[in-house]
């Protein structure tokens, strides 16, 4: 019954910025563990960043204090602000709600770091 639908991906030098950005449709969007994960080719879909329905977070080791997730339940979206960017930050990078055990997954954005 959720959608995300994510955007803000595209190609990026190192060193520069980029906000991504998930709209969800649902009744309790507020309720959702929302998240962030990225899968690079070859790799395991991993954990970027984690935000509560009460703002708490939760970063992965390799972007704590360069990406910054946040929500505003508002306007149901949630939102990674990724600076400092490398290019192994490459990868789709897709939004995601949990609740319960049920899990709701966007159809993933391409973030590309290079020169």
């Known amino acids: 019954q959720l959608q995300l639908v994510e955007s803000g991906g595209g190609l990026v030098q190192p060193g520069g910025s980029l906000r991504l950005s998930c709209v969800a449709s649902?009744?309790?969007?507020?309720?959702?563990?929302m998240g962030w994960y990225r899968q690079a080719p070859g790799k395991q879909r991993e954990l970027v960043a984690r935000?509560?329905?009460?703002?708490?977070?939760n970063y992965a080791d390799s972007v704590k204090g360069r990406f910054t997730i946040s929500r505003d339940n508002a306007k149901n979206t949630v939102a990674l602000e990724m600076n400092g960017l490398k290019p192994e930050d490459t990868a789709v990078y897709y939004c995601?709600?949990?609740?319960?055990?049920?899990?709701?997954w966007g159809q993933g954005t391409l973030v590309t770091v290079s020169s």
């Open positions: 995601n709600a949990g609740l319960l055990g049920h899990d709701a």
């Open positions: 649902g009744s309790i969007f507020r309720l959702y563990v």
């Open positions: 935000i509560t329905s009460g703002g708490n977070t």
